[in-house]
């Protein structure tokens, strides 16, 4: 695999080897000095064309921490603000000889352009196209989870997936890449996923997908799920489609928040997840945020790992590792 463009092109072999890699990398962290070698001499470009703090710190954290050199770059501020487009942008970068792009885009499909269309001959990862994928976040998302459901049980976790555990995700399905994203990662590793979410936030053909859906969040919990992931309510892609989703901030929270009646109701192994940002008193209470069952802190921390693992995979000098 030269790119990383979607979980669904991920093997069972190739995702677990991500994930172990990332544990790997995760044990030289916690040593003095956290730097490694590996990709000394290599320049990497985070190439930004709408707003991130977790994913585009974490991939430059961990681009520095294996000693590739990087560029941040954002539309704003560039000369994409007065009217270059990705191809120009692409090329512009390919004379600069860089050696890995990673590339977030307001637009489903972005990446796998600029992988496919011949403007740039390396590796691309995908950090967000639109509401189509973030496999990164759902790489992070599973080691997260792997931690804790192997954690409960004991035992060594290399080469362990996540069969027979339960995630329910719940909220904005419609704009959501990381469900998305999730729905394909977790179904390759074994995990049983359950939708959540209201008619008008259900994708047209969810029942063609890899998992279960309903529109009751209640009947969800009672299955006593591993973890909840609760998604952010995309507020900016609802303006731009019109809005109308639902009729109030509070009968949404009512419905598909998870509100403290909902958060004293969950089992104690249930794990709360949010990709982040969140929307404290829409889509989760403070309480249920900040509990010691939250691992939202965790997943961002899991980031920096996860994007250790794949830039390291794709971008080692020896090449082919994925
Ligand atoms: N989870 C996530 O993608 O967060 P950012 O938008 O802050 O990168």
């Not at 044990?27 to 990709?39: A, N």
């Not at 936030?201 to 009751?216: H, I």
């Not at 419905?255 to 969140?278: N, Q």
Request: glycine content about 10%; proline content about 4%.
């Amino acid at each position: 695999m030269k790119h990383l463009l979607s979980a669904a092109d991920l093997s069972h072999e190739q995702a677990l080897k991500i994930l172990d890699t990332a544990e790997a990398m995760a044990m030289t962290q916690s040593r003095q000095v956290k730097k490694l070698p590996t990709l000394r001499g290599k320049t990497v470009v985070n190439l930004f064309f709408e707003d991130s703090t977790r994913t585009r710190i974490s991939f430059e954290t961990a681009a520095k921490r294996l000693s590739a050199d990087v560029i941040n770059f954002s539309a704003k501020g560039s000369s994409v603000s007065k009217g270059e487009s990705l191809k120009d942008t692409a090329l512009t970068l390919q004379a600069m000889r860089v050696d890995g792009i990673v590339i977030r885009h307001r637009f489903s499909g972005a990446a796998y352009r600029l992988a496919h269309a011949g403007w740039s001959d390396v590796p691309v990862i995908n950090a967000g196209d639109g509401n189509h994928q973030h496999p990164t976040q759902a790489l992070l998302d599973a080691m997260t989870l792997r931690r804790h459901y192997w954690g409960a049980r004991g035992g060594e976790l290399a080469g362990k997936d996540l069969k027979g555990a339960k995630v329910v995700i719940v909220g904005d399905i419609l704009h959501s890449r990381v469900a998305r994203s999730n729905v394909d990662l977790m179904g390759t590793l074994g995990a049983q996923v359950t939708l959540v979410g209201p008619p008008t936030l259900m994708p047209v053909g969810v029942e063609d997908w890899n998992c279960d859906f309903t529109y009751d969040f209640d009947t969800a919990l009672n299955t006593e799920p591993d973890a909840v992931m609760m998604l952010r309510v995309q507020n900016e892609r609802m303006s731009a489609a019109g809005g109308g989703f639902f009729p109030s901030v509070g009968e949404y929270h009512r419905a598909y928040g998870l509100d403290r009646s909902r958060f004293e109701r969950l089992p104690e192994k249930t794990v709360i997840m949010h990709p982040g940002p969140m929307n404290r008193g829409m889509e989760i209470c403070a309480e249920a945020a900040d509990s010691p069952q939250s691992v939202v802190v965790e997943q961002v921390g899991n980031g920096v790992n996860i994007r250790m693992s794949v830039l390291y995979l794709l971008l080692a000098p020896e090449g082919g590792l994925l």
